[in-house]
Antibody, heavy 120, light 112 residues
Framework: EVQLLESGGGLVQAGGSLRLSCATS????????MSWVRQTPGKGLEWVAN????????NYVDSVRGRSTISRDNAKNSLFLHINSLRVEDTAMYYC?????????????WGQGTMVTVSS | QSALTQPRSVSGSPGQSVTISCTGT?????????VSWYQHHPGKAPKLIIY???KRPSGVPDRFSGSKSENTASLSISGLRDEDDADYYC????????????FGGGTKLTVL
């Protein structure tokens, strides 16, 4: 059974930083592009970042580029997202997800999310 | 790029059918046949239920179907069941440049 479990969220002051983790099991982690997606309170979903299977390509949405780093540890089947200079507008539930090999950027398995709250 | 437009809510009684629309532009929905739909029960992991406009992943019942016409995609659910009560999000591939995909704002389906 495919499982993704996010952790690392919490309450942080604006300007601070957080490292989100996503522990995975039940599939060959190193075969998949991985993404982070966030859901802001009362709003919809927003793709945040993704990383290629070997970590050689990383992409970010404009709003986090320059202050975020996505990384992975294929030996530990884990995905990470480090966000610096946190802003109130970064407050969201953060999900990790696998990118489907069947369709460009479709997200076929997700975790339950970890909540990040940034206070002013 | 702006979020795709979905109705905020739809409802139906058990056994009935409902359709959720998702409107985009020629640079997302209209430009590619890569629309996906996700079902989300709050507190749980979102679930992929449709990809490539019409395809269903293994295990998704055929009560769920997708379609597209120009810049609008649709998700239809027939034979509504209580467990279909959830939020539904559409998503479209938007090209080779970030953000790659655009989501809709979500539709709350209430099974009456």
């Amino acid at each position: 059974e495919v499982q993704l479990l996010e952790s690392g969220g919490g309450l942080v002051q604006a300007g601070g930083s957080l490292r989100l983790s996503c522990a995975t099991s039940g599939f060959t982690f190193s075969d998949y592009w991985m993404s982070w997606v966030r859901q802001t309170p009362g709003k919809g979903l927003e793709w945040v970042a993704n990383i290629k299977q070997d970590g050689s390509e990383r992409n970010y949405v404009d709003s986090v580029r320059g202050r975020s780093t996505i990384s992975r540890d294929n030996a530990k089947n884990s995905l990470f997202l480090h966000i610096n200079s946190l802003r109130v507008e970064d407050t969201a539930m953060y999900y990790c997800a696998t990118e489907s090999p069947l369709s460009p950027r479709a997200l076929d398995f997700w975790g339950q999310g970890t909540m990040v709250t940034v206070s002013s | 790029q702006s979020a795709l437009t979905q109705p905020r809510s739809v409802s139906g009684s058990p056994g009935q059918s409902v359709t959720i629309s998702c409107t985009g532009t020629s640079t997302d929905i209209g430009g590619y046949n890569y629309v996906s739909w996700y079902q989300h029960h709050p507190g749980k992991a979102p679930k992929l239920i449709i990809y490539d406009v019409t395809k269903r992943p293994s295990g998704v019942p055929d009560r769920f179907s997708g379609s597209k016409s120009e810049n609008t995609a649709s998700l239809s659910i027939s034979g509504l069941r209580d467990e279909d009560d959830a939020d539904y999000y559409c998503c479209s591939y938007a090209g080779v440049y970030v953000p790659f995909v655009i989501f809709g704002g979500g539709t709350k389906l209430t099974v009456l």
